[in-house]
């Protein structure tokens, strides 16, 4: 590799050597180099960690020892097929892998090879980004999906029964009709909640994915080119794109959960404080540079109510509150007396128009004015009905281009 490095313009060899090492050792993604035998050269920390060997254990291995079956027996004709051939299979092409863990786990991940002439040999470098976490997100949306067919089936199930009570008896005959209603009406409410659920998450999930596909695809271009400031870029959008999909498919969970009604209410004592630093913390890296947050308290430190729910619901103003405005102070009020707890979000952002106000929270409802800010639609319509679960009321003030305030009071199960 000294060779490709000492070609870089202006830059000291040895310099050059120290930068990449450095860029290789605190990389993120996995990065292995191979000979064209397929024994392995080098392995860089984060490579280690992933397939959980440690970098002494696998030099000079062949990369085999790295992958299941069947890949593991048709690697070296792999590689020996290329270098008769030249036809390219996976060389500058990223795709989807499994590897193979030490203790003999297989997991899936993207992997971007790419081929480095040297002047006496070639070497091929490869870039290894751990998509487990996606996966099971994956796997855990095909699960809601499937839930969603079953209720579907369930409702028309009822649907027959009650057709069939209508047949039998004609002194159950009105009954009958209403149930039939119901049941038809139960149905097509699951039909349209399952088509804007399939549409609405094919949407959201396909445009992070090819964000952190294409990312992963530039990152190993830039860090051959020690570009670190671009691989940086590229890392935060990956970032930012996994947190997206964090979200949607929680606000997916909680609507499955309140829809099927196993959200309980568990009240227990709790530090009022407490939870909002925690909050605050939790969300402080989502700020944008000319945000901040802040939080205010009178009354009683310590409240009774499901502490859980509590957070839910201000983990989802306040994060809607830093999505949809771009400056200014972000303020988390909470006031807890002998019988209620009072809590306010207020925020400098972009307002909501008022024709929008009846509909806010309505499920799947966007504002007119939220632009490409990503978002389901679902958020404030899962507060309201975590709000009513306690047997509290929100209520909400804006204005358009000034900002909005969220208020919401809650009665407690017993004095704090």
């Known amino acids: 590799m000294s060779e490709l490095k000492n070609n870089i313009p202006g830059h000291n060899p040895l310099e050059n050597e120290s930068r990449l090492r450095a860029i290789i050792d605190t990389a993120i993604d996995g990065i292995i180099t191979i000979d064209q035998r397929g024994i392995i050269e080098t392995v860089n920390p984060a490579a280690a960690r992933i397939f959980e060997y440690s970098p002494a254990e696998i030099i000079g291995k062949n990369i085999k020892v790295l992958m299941p079956e069947p890949d593991k027996s048709r690697h070296d004709d792999y590689i020996q097929n290329y270098q008769r051939s030249g036809v390219r299979r996976i060389i500058g092409i990223g795709r989807e892998v499994l590897g193979q863990k030490k203790s003999g786990i297989i997991f899936p991940f993207l992997l971007s090879v790419s081929e480095v002439i040297l ?73 349209e909640l399952k088509s804007r659920f399939v549409t609405l998450a094919s949407h959201e999930f396909r445009t992070p994915l090819s964000t952190i596909l294409s990312s992963v695809s530039l990152i190993s271009k830039y860090n051959q080119l020690g ?120 925020d400098q952002g972009i307002g909501i128009p008022d024709e929008d106000k009846a509909f806010l929270f309505t499920r799947f409802f966007r504002a007119h004015n939220a632009g490409n800010v990503q978002g389901t639609g679902l958020g404030l319509n899962i507060v309201k009905r975590y709000v009513e679960l306690l047997n509290g009321y929100i209520s909400m003030e804006s204005r358009q281009g000034v900002g909005t305030t969220f208020s919401i009071e809650l009665p407690q199960t017993t004095r704090p």
């Open 119 to 191: 002047h006496d040999r070639v070497i091929y470098t490869g870039i290894i980004h751990d998509i487990s976490q996606l996966k099971e997100a994956e796997n855990a949306f095909r699960q809601l999906n499937a839930e969603l067919e079953e209720r579907v089936q369930q409702r028309t199930a009822e649907l027959f029964d009650a057709i069939k009570k209508l047949r039998e008896t004609n002194a159950r005959q009105k009954q009958a009709e209403v149930e039939v209603r119901k049941a038809l009406e139960k149905e097509k409410e699951l039909n």
């Open 227 to 346: 570009d670190t400031e671009k691989s940086d870029k590229h890392i935060q959008r990956i970032k930012s794109a996994v947190t997206n999909l964090t979200g949607i498919l929680n606000d997916f969970l909680s609507l499955s959960k309140l829809e099927e009604g196993i959200v309980g209410n568990n009240p227990a004592e709790f530090s009022v404080p407490d939870l909002a630093n925690e909050i605050i913390e939790e969300l402080h890296p989502m700020l944008k540079p000319s945000q901040q947050m802040s939080f205010r308290h009178t009354g009683h430190q310590v409240a009774m109510l499901d502490r859980n729910i509590i957070k839910n619901i201000l983990l989802n103003l306040l994060s809607n509150s830093i999505k949809y405005s771009e400056k200014g102070m972000i303020e988390l009020y909470a006031e807890v007396n002998r019988t209620n707890v009072i809590l306010s979000v207020s």
